[in-house]
């Protein structure tokens, strides 16, 4: 569904050899060492997750690791700082979706500035940083629905809103609507 269909994905755990002071080896994270691998292209060998996964990739595989704990966890917000990095069409809009169900268990936050993300959400911040006496102040405002239809425009076309973006904010917000009340 987040289209890495040809991936393979392995956990290799591995254990200190026989004969080996086991002590030196127990640390505040455990006994063992347990690394993720990864070959997201058909035909490459299985390599360590934090050696070679892009951007795109690496948010798309902890999208799925917080989808398949998010039953049996006990954390009760979950967050997404920029999500959409490598990703677009439908593959985010597939982002959008996934994050949606996982707000029936949990409060998810989202940073994004893909619009086929940021519709699937039920409420909308604005985040923006002014220059005050010379500081950099972080702003963080409400929308409305029409704000939230503006931003969405934004995102879409750019600083400048026009009627075309408009209506195509207001139809992926509809659309999103009526995915949202699909997966509930």
């Known amino acids: 569904q987040l289209g890495m269909e ?8 591995s254990t200190p050899d026989e004969g080996t002071d086991y002590a030196s080896f127990i640390t505040s994270q455990g006994f063992d060492k347990v690394e993720f691998t ?6 490459e060998p299985l390599k360590p997750l934090a050696k070679i996964i892009s ?21 009760p917000v979950l967050i997404f700082d920029e999500i959409d990095t490598g990703i677009s069409g439908r593959i985010a809009s597939v982002v959008g979706e996934k ?3 996982l707000s029936h268990s949990h409060q998810v936050v989202c940073v994004t500035h893909l619009p086929q993300i940021a519709v699937m959400a039920d409420i909308h911040y604005k985040i923006e940083k002014q220059i ?7 702003m963080v405002y409400l929308l409305d629905e029409k704000g939230r239809r503006n931003e969405i425009a934004k995102l879409i076309g750019g600083a400048e809103i026009s009627q075309i973006g408009l209506e195509h904010a207001q139809e992926l917000i509809e659309s999103a609507r009526e995915i949202k009340e699909a997966i509930n």
Do not use: Q, Y
Request: glycine fraction near 12%.
């Open 99 to 101: 994050m949606s169900s």
């Open 6 to 13: 040809k991936t393979l994905f392995e956990v290799s755990i």
């Open 38 to 43: 990864i070959s997201p292209n058909p035909g």
């Open 132 to 138: 005050e006496e010379g500081h950099t102040r972080t």
């Open 55 to 75: 951007g795109g990739e690496m948010s798309r595989v902890m999208l799925a690791f917080k989808t398949v704990l998010a039953g049996i966890d006990d954390i």
